[in-house]
């Protein structure tokens, strides 16, 4: 299960993971986003579609393989294609300024891949994936917060 509260180094073992299993993932992303610049699309479109294919993929391996999650699949699936847009996003801007400052197309993909992936799986892990049991450990109303703050401190803290 996904528990904010897990061994010191549980975060970088995840990290790991997801890095590792979603390899097939960018290696669909980086394989379409070759085939569609030397089809005629344009770099910046062909990073967008690409990455995309590659997020779609990746919602499979991360739910089970990274994450092992119990939130239900409507739910995860709805939040993993909010943090896949934002990602996108991400990607296609940090493209288009590469792109104008002159980085070859792969060299900015790679840059625009490192700072995708590193914010979508935080994203991922406190938000798209997080259980919610851990969450029901949070205050009904902020008025009963107030009651004994403290009571609620561990289960608000990242």
């Known amino acids: 299960m996904n528990t904010p509260r897990q061994h010191p ?6 990290f ?3 890095v590792g299993f ?8 980086y394989a379409s986003l070759f085939a569609l610049v030397h089809a005629g699309v344009p770099a ?9 294919l590659g997020a779609g993929l990746y919602y499979v391996i991360s739910r089970r ?4 999650t119990s939130r239900g699949h409507a739910n995860a699936m709805t939040r993993f294609a909010v943090v896949a847009v934002m990602a996108v996003g991400c990607n296609a801007a940090i493209m288009a300024v590469a792109l104008r400052l002159g980085l070859y197309y792969l060299v900015a993909q790679m840059c625009a891949s490192a700072l ?8 991922h892990r406190y938000w798209t994936f997080r259980d919610d049991v851990v969450l029901s450990t949070l205050p009904s109303s902020p008025i009963s917060a107030l009651s004994d703050p403290l009571e609620h401190f561990e289960a608000l803290s990242l």
Do not use: D, K, P
Request: aromatic share 14%; charged share 10%.
């Open 9 to 14: 180094f549980a975060m970088v073992e995840q």
């Open 16 to 18: 790991v993971r997801y």
């Open 22 to 29: 979603g390899s097939g993932a960018t290696l669909a992303h």
């Open 44 to 52: 910046w479109r062909a990073s967008v579609i690409s990455n995309a």
């Open 65 to 68: 393989a990274v994450f092992q």
């Open 116 to 123: 995708s992936a590193t914010l979508a799986f935080l994203a």
